[in-house]
């Protein structure tokens, strides 16, 4: 299997997401949302949570 090659607004949204996790203003859950949706093999489904 080929690896996806990666647009460079991607890695920096990567980066960014990375960074934003390891000072605490992102939780574990959004940060691997995102991983997924760029990096892994389909699309994340949101889960259905109330408006506030």
């Known amino acids: 299997m080929a690896k996806k090659k ?3 607004l991607a890695k920096a ?3 960014t997401a990375g ?6 203003l992102m ?3 959004t940060h691997k949302k995102i ?3 760029h990096l892994g093999s389909g699309p994340v ?5 109330a408006l506030r």
């Open 13 to 15: 949204l990567l980066e």
């Open 19 to 24: 960074d934003m996790r390891k000072v605490g």
């Open 6 to 8: 990666i647009s460079p």
């Open 27 to 29: 939780n574990r859950t």
């Open 45 to 49: 489904k949101p889960k259905n949570e």
């Open 35 to 37: 991983i997924l949706r």
